[in-house]
């Protein structure tokens, strides 16, 4: 499932190529994909034409696109386990999975569609839908999807609160990784990103998490964001075709993960310190995770 930098990679393209448009048709082509839009297909259709896009927004892995004229709706994309947005020209073959497609104006002559944002999806776990604008519980100012109202705020949002997360994960007692999936204790961060930014801080997975101290959780965090502001510059995690942005290109992270899918291989930190500690990887909440058990060593009152 795409993590916070794959989808911040898709809402950076979507600003560049949609945000402003307005919306002159849309055609479900598989009415799975609008299952959580109250009132399904046809109501989808006929609440999105006509209305236009404003520039997107994300929390986490959550991504939605405001709507306009008037103001109190946004289009939510879910994108589930294979879900993508691609911006493509109305004369472009459909690609294959594709579900739905968006007809958007050419805003300079508005005599017909320019351009079309359509969601493919594989595995029919993901989907759009129309939400209502909420007020932010933190900042009332700032209006979400009420299907996102519950979500955390992630590390590379201006407003999050370093020290209100330490609170939060002290008082979880709970293992260290399983508060970082939490999307209500702080979003945005997958399986792959926990187990880098975990290296990177020296702390293991099962690490109780009411005996960090606030220069551990600090550190933590911090990596959390290095590491997502590392893959960002990269276009992401892309291990299949899965994981594109809105113009269908890979972004190449992977080649610079350290631990995650490294199982069996040494430690980059260890062997450049002339040691040749291997990575090792657990069973972890029906997947797996990844560690250096020197970097990392196993906590004397670990939570599995």
């Known amino acids: 499932?795409?993590?916070?930098?794959?989808?911040?990679?898709?809402?950076?393209?979507?600003?560049?190529?949609?945000?402003?448009?307005?919306?002159?048709?849309?055609?479900?082509?598989?009415?799975?994909?609008?299952?959580?839009?109250?009132?399904?297909?046809?109501?989808?259709?006929?609440?999105?034409?006509?209305?236009?896009?404003?520039?997107?927004?994300?929390?986490?892995?959550?991504?939605?696109?405001?709507?306009?004229?008037?103001?109190?709706?946004?289009?939510?994309?879910?994108?589930?386990?294979?879900?993508?947005?691609?911006?493509?020209?109305?004369?472009?073959?459909?690609?294959?999975?594709?579900?739905?497609?968006?007809l958007l104006e050419d805003l300079k002559t508005r005599d017909a569609p320019a351009l079309e944002l359509r969601f493919v999806d594989q595995r029919l776990f993901g989907g759009l839908f129309l939400d209502p604008l909420v007020p932010s519980v933190d900042r009332p100012e700032q209006l979400l999807p009420a299907s996102v109202a519950h979500i955390a705020r992630d590390p590379l949002d201006p407003h999050f609160d370093a020290d209100a997360v330490h609170g939060r994960l002290r008082s979880r007692k709970t293992g260290l990784k399983r508060a970082l999936l939490d999307q209500t204790l702080v979003s945005g961060i997958g399986n792959i990103y926990a187990d880098e930014a975990l290296w990177r801080a020296r702390l293991h997975y099962a690490r109780p998490t009411e005996t960090l101290n606030r220069g551990e959780s600090a550190r933590l965090l911090a990596a959390v964001q290095d590491v997502m502001e590392d893959a960002l510059v990269q276009g992401g995690t892309s291990f299949d075709a899965l994981y594109v942005n809105v113009n269908g290109e890979s972004g190449y992270f992977d080649r610079s993960l350290n631990v995650y899918g490294q199982a069996g291989r040494p430690c980059p930190r260890c062997a450049a310190q002339g040691r040749d500690t291997v990575i090792v990887k657990d069973r972890f909440m029906n997947r797996s995770s990844a560690y250096c058990p020197r970097c990392q060593p196993v906590p004397r009152r670990a939570r599995w």
């Open 1 to 102: 499932m795409p993590e916070l930098p794959e989808v911040e990679v898709v809402r950076r393209g979507l600003e560049r190529w949609a945000a402003g448009r307005p919306v002159s048709g849309v055609e479900v082509l598989d009415a799975r994909s609008t299952r959580r839009h109250d009132g399904g297909a046809a109501a989808f259709e006929a609440q999105l034409t006509g209305r236009r896009l404003a520039a997107p927004e994300r929390r986490g892995k959550y991504l939605w696109v405001p709507l306009v004229d008037p103001g109190d709706t946004a289009l939510v994309a879910h994108l589930g386990m294979s879900g993508q947005l691609l911006v493509s020209g109305p004369s472009d073959p459909p690609q294959r999975h594709l579900r739905i497609r968006v």
